[in-house]
């Protein structure tokens, strides 16, 4: 269906890490490591040109923190 179709594309792309289908507001999470703020627009701009994806928002993670 329309959500695997997004999932396959969304595995294509180098720089995400890690895909996870949710319940809420967003039907998708995504975390993705990108070195500068050019990068993260390249992602961005991928990630917005895949068929059935009708908006994104963006977090960026000041700090991690180990359990």
Request: charged share 30%.
């Amino acid at each position: 269906g329309e959500l695997e179709n997004v999932l396959e594309q969304l595995r294509k792309i180098p720089n995400i890490e890690s895909i996870s289908v949710v319940t809420g507001e967003w039907d998708i999470i995504t975390k993705a490591g990108v070195e500068t703020l050019e990068g993260l627009m390249k992602l961005t701009d991928k990630i917005q040109l895949i068929g059935n994806i009708e908006k994104t928002t963006t977090q960026v993670v000041e700090k991690e923190i180990s359990l």
